[in-house]
């Protein structure tokens, strides 16, 4: 296999010696502006980008953050820098359009390689497709739970109708309330569909006392 693509914005060439070394088990394209890179990234897409933020020609990584997410939405970003403040750093990790990592410079060489490990590894395409997989979780947990809760309220005023149905006093709803396990305005709920359905007569539950608020 082809050893992963990475496109490194960084005007010094001593950094990007470091990197050279650092990250040798990869394929390295260097450039040294934003306006480069995006030229680059038009015929050749990486695996990951690393970013510095004072580049050539005066220009700033962070204003071409967005532009690279536009065009590499699944790219994992790592920005490197030693220029930024701590706001700035913060401002570069939030929002849709923001970097996944933010190292300070001098670089920590083993931090740097356990990060574009990692970003490799988790960031990107598999991170849309984790988000992906826990949303249809989620949708399916929502959709066994109310399943579950029609499925209890269906069975509990089957049997309230059973008990009501055979006394000629008006039902006590705390009592029915401990009995089910609910609250007393879930039970006078029930009573209330019942009466709309016809299950129950509307005497069992005047219409003149209405439900706690909620």
Known sequence: MNPPTILIIEDD???????????????????KSGSEALAALANHPPDLLLLD?????????????????????????????????VHQRFQALQGPRRAHYCLPKPVDIHELQRVVETALAECGEREVVRQFEALERSRRVDAQEL????????????????????????????????????????????????????????????????????
């Not at 029609?150 to 009592?175: F, H, W, Y």
């Not at 569909?193 to 069992?204: A, F, N």
């Open 53 to 85: 933020h004072v580049l050539s020609g005066g220009e700033l990584g962070l204003d071409f953050l967005p532009e690279f997410k536009e065009l590499l939405p699944f790219v994992p970003i790592i920005v490197v820098s030693g220029a930024l403040e």
């Open 13 to 31: 060439d001593l950094q990007y010696e470091i990197y050279e070394e650092a990250l040798a088990a990869y394929r390295l394209v260097r450039v």
């Open 147 to 214: 399943f579950s809760r029609s499925t209890d309220r269906l069975s509990r005023q089957i049997r309230i109708c059973e008990i009501v149905g055979k006394s000629a006093e008006r039902p006590n709803i705390s009592a029915l309330g401990r009995q089910f396990g609910v609250a007393r305005r879930t039970i006078i709920r029930d009573l209330q569909e019942l009466i709309r359905r016809g299950q129950l007569r509307p005497e069992v539950y005047p219409e003149w006392e209405n439900p706690p608020p909620e």
